[in-house]
C-alpha cells in the first residue's frame, strides 16, 4: 500500500478490501459501513435465521483508517449479548508493515540509477537466483543499464574487484549453488564502505545477507544518512537457520530442510538394517533449531530431536542414556537429530574455546555431533561390554548451503525479487522484505536485527515431535 493510501480515510470507496473480490458485497453495502456491532437488539435477533440461510444476509463489514474494508464473519457475542469472555476481546492488532510489490510513483530516471549487488556471510540456496532477477528486472521492466556486482562480500567495495552484470550475464546463474560474487564474512568498514559508494556514484545498494549482514545494512545507511547522500539501501534476507525474526520464514530454509531430510531418511536406512544401530544426524542451527524440527516432523522416522531451545542432560533417570536404552530394546535401532548448538552446555572439556568468534562475530560452536556419538558408545561399551551395536555420524549440514534450491522456492525468490525492485525504485530506504502472515512486505531493517528468533517450546511444532517420537519430556524442557 503506498503511502498515499494511508491519509485516504475520508475517500468514499476504499481502496482495496480484506476479502475475496468476487464474493465482495456491492459498493453501497460497504459505503454504508454497516456492522452488526451497530444493530438493535431486535433486529439482531431477526438477523438469526437470515444470516445462515439467505444469499443476502446482513454482512460484518468493518471500516478502518487507510481506507480497507474488512468483510469480518459472524460471531455469537453478535446476537448473543451476555456471552461470557474469557479473553480480552478487545486487544491490540499488533504491529502493521507497508505491502512490497509496485508503487504509485517512482521517483528516478533509469539513465542515473547505478545499482550494486553484494553478498555476505555462509552460502545459502537461491543467492544466484535473486542476483539475476534483480538485474534483469531493473534492466527489462525499468531500464536501468547500470548494474555492479561487488566481489567477496562487504571488503570487495573497498578491496576486491567488481563485475558489470547484465542480463547476459546473469542468464543462467540460478542454475548454480553459491554465489557467482563470492562472498565472505567480516571485512566491514563502513567509512571505506560509503566512501567507495559515494565514489563509484551508486546509488541502489542491494546487500543479501544473513543477521549479522543486516546489522551492516543498517549502519551503512546511518553513515550514507549522516553525509546527505541521494542512495537507497535495501537489505535481503538470507539465511538457512530460519533465525530471522518477524518474518515467517528466510529463503534456503525449505531447501535446506528437504536436504536434511535426505540425511535422515538415510541414517534411518542404515540404522534398521544393521543390529542395534544408532543414526545420529548433526544438521544446522547455531542458535535456533527449527531446521532440526522441521526436518523431524517431515521425516517421521526420527527417534529424538534435540535444539538448542530446549536444554537436556545425558545420564540417571529422564536423561538421554535411559530413553536411548529403552529405544534399542523396543526397536532394535534409532536415529537422532541434533541441531549444531544443542548440548553445547555439556561439553565441559572444550568450555576453554566457548567465548570465541568467528570473522562475523558468531560463536565458534564444538562439534556435538561428533561429541555425542562418542558418548553413546562409551556409554553403553561400559553399560554391556559384550553388546553388539554401531553408531554412525552425518553431517549434511554444508551440502545443504551450497546445493541448488528446490523448485517452489525459486519460484517464491523470483517474485521476492521482482517486489524488491519496485520497492526500492520508489527511493524507500533501510529496508528489507520478508513475508509476514504470507504477504511479501518491506520492514524497517532495525526489525529484523533486533532479537534472533528461536522456537519455542510450547508451540505446536515441538509438541507434535514429541507426540510422533514418544521421546521424554526432556527434550522439549521450556
Given amino acids: 500500500m503506498d503511502s498515499t493510501i494511508s ?29 452488526f456491532s451497530n444493530l438493535s437488539p431486535s433486529f439482531k435477533a431477526s438477523s438469526r435465521v437470515n ?5 443476502n444476509s446482513e454482512r460484518k463489514i468493518v471500516a478502518g483508517d487507510g481506507g480497507y474494508v474488512l468483510e469480518d464473519v ?5 446476537y448473543i449479548p451476555d456471552l461470557p469472555i474469557v479473553v480480552q476481546k478487545d486487544s491490540p492488532r499488533g504491529t502493521h ?36 532477477e534483480i538485474v534483469c528486472g531493473l534492466h527489462h521492466m525499468y531500464g536501468v543499464n547500470q ?26 546463474i540460478h542454475k548454480r549453488g553459491g554465489t557467482i560474487l563470492g562472498t565472505s564474512r567480516g571485512g566491514h568498514d563502513t567509512s571505506k564502505i560509503v566512501d567507495s559508494i559515494q565514489d563509484r556514484g551508486i546509488n541502489q545498494v542491494y546487500i543479501i545477507g544473513g543477521d549479522g549482514t543486516q546489522k551492516g545494512a543498517s549502519v551503512i545507511f546511518e553513515e550514507i544518512r549522516r553525509r546527505g547522500l541521494k542512495v537507497a539501501v535495501a537489505g535481503i534476507p538470507k539465511t538457512i537457520d530460519n533465525d530471522i525474526p518477524v518474518i515467517d520464514k528466510s529463503f534456503g530454509f525449505d531447501t535446506a530442510v528437504e536436504e536434511a531430510q535426505r540425511a535422515i531418511n538415510a541414517a534411518h536406512v542404515e540404522a534398521e538394517s544393521f543390529e542395534n544401530c544408532i543414526g545420529v544426524v548433526k544438521l544446522m542451527g547455531r542458535y535456533s533449531g527449527f531446521i532440526a524440527m522441521y526436518a523431524t ?18 545420564e540417571g533417570p529422564g536423561g538421554l542414556f535411559e530413553f536411548i536404552e529403552k529405544r534399542l530394546k523396543e526397536n532394535g535401532h534409532m536415529v537422532i537429530v541434533i541441531a549444531e548448538g544443542a548440548g553445547q552446555d555439556l561439553l565441559t572439556e572444550c568450555m576453554r574455546t566457548m567465548d570465541q568468534q568467528d570473522a562475523s562475530g558468531n560463536k565458534l560452536l564444538q562439534d556435538v555431533g561428533l561429541w555425542i556419538s562418542q558418548k553413546i558408545k562409551n556409554f553403553i561399551s561400559f553399560l554391556q561390554p559384550n553388546f553388539t551395536f554401531d553408531v554412525t555420524f552425518r553431517h549434511p549440514s554444508k551440502i545443504a548451503r551450497a546445493i ?13 525479487a521482482m517486489d524488491i525492485k519496485h520497492t526500492i525504485g520508489s527511493w524507500y530506504t533501510c529496508i528489507t522484505f520478508g513475508h509476514v502472515n504470507g504477504i511479501l512486505s518491506f520492514l524497517l531493517n532495525q526489525n529484523l536485527i533486533s532479537a534472533q528468533q528461536k522456537v519455542s517450546v510450547t508451540a505446536p511444532g515441538p509438541a507434535a515431535v514429541s507426540s510422533h517420537s514418544c521421546q521424554n519430556a526432556f527434550i522439549f524442557l521450556a
Fill in 404 to 416: 541448488l534450491e528446490n523448485l517452489e522456492a525459486c519460484l517464491h525468490r523470483c517474485l521476492r
Fill in 51 to 55: 444470516m445462515v440461510s439467505s444469499e
Fill in 297 to 314: 516432523l517431515a521425516s517421521r522416522d526420527v527417534d529424538c530431536c534435540l535444539i538448542p531451545e530446549s536444554p537436556f542432560y545425558l
Fill in 7 to 35: 491519509s485516504s480515510a475520508s475517500l468514499s470507496t476504499p481502496k482495496f478490501r480484506c476479502f475475496d473480490p468476487t464474493n465482495a458485497c456491492s459498493a453501497t453495502t460497504a459505503s454504508h459501513r454497516r456492522s
Fill in 147 to 172: 548494474v555492479l556486482g561487488i566481489e567477496g562480500g562487504y571488503r570487495g567495495f573497498y578491496a576486491r574487484n567488481t563485475i558489470p552484470l547484465t542480463p547476459k550475464v546473469v542468464n543462467d
Fill in 74 to 78: 459472524p460471531h455469537l457475542s453478535d
Fill in 97 to 132: 508493515f507497508r505491502r512490497a510489490g509496485p508503487r504509485q510513483r517512482v521517483y528516478f530516471e533509469s539513465d542515473e540509477v547505478y545499482a550494486c549487488i553484494v553478498t555476505c556471510g555462509g552460502l545459502c540456496p537461491g543467492v544466484n537466483t535473486v542476483i539475476r
